[in-house]
């Protein structure tokens, strides 16, 4: 019974330590920047750019949430992204040179679309192959439980035929 008090104890100050850390701030360099200053640069741009600015983020990935673009995502990353491409519009790229500039500095992976190559075969044609495998090993499986249950089946005795046959009308008992 005392263990079970100790353990009860433990516990309680452990969980009343960790809900005292969770409630202290995390100190970091991150933190020190004011949240406003953290956020993508005010476009000065008119709609069109500004539109722009939007087409170009939505056909890049966010490196670091990987299920987003850097217009959807607010992570440092993105954020840092989307001034690139700001910054890279105001110095007059064009889109094809400012994702050309993206995919050599951070690789295919950026994008959302990534080409056909060598280098993302696997990305194009390793979800079929996986449901082609898949599919190949369930038809493979099934015939050898039909073959299985073939090879263990035996016909049945006559007192075992004539009572199937009772139970099936219902004169089973």
């Known amino acids: 019974m005392t263990n079970i008090r100790k353990l009860l104890a433990t516990l309680a100050a452990g969980s009343i330590i960790a809900a005292g850390v969770a409630a202290v701030p995390a100190v970091s360099a991150q933190n020190a920047v004011p949240q406003a200053s953290r956020e993508a640069q005010a476009t000065e741009l008119d709609p069109g750019e500004h539109r722009r600015v939007q087409g170009i983020a939505s056909q890049l990935r966010c490196l670091v949430c990987q299920n987003q673009s850097i217009a959807d995502s607010d992570a440092d990353l993105a954020v840092d992204l989307r001034n690139q491409v700001i910054e ?63 090879s263990g089946a035996r016909a049945l005795s006559p007192d075992e035929q004539r009572r199937a046959e009772q139970l099936l009308h219902g004169d089973g008992n």
């Not at 790229?93 to 190559?117: A, H, S, W």
Request: overall charge positive; hydrophobic content about 45%.
């Open 88 to 150: 890279q519009i105001n110095a007059g790229r064009t889109d094809k040179e400012i994702i050309n500039y993206m995919v050599e500095r951070y690789g295919d992976f950026v994008l959302y679309n990534p080409p056909f190559k060598a280098s993302t075969v696997i990305l194009w044609l390793g979800p079929v192959v996986l449901f082609l495998t898949a599919a190949v090993a369930f038809y493979i499986n099934l015939r050898r439980r039909k073959s299985s249950v073939k």
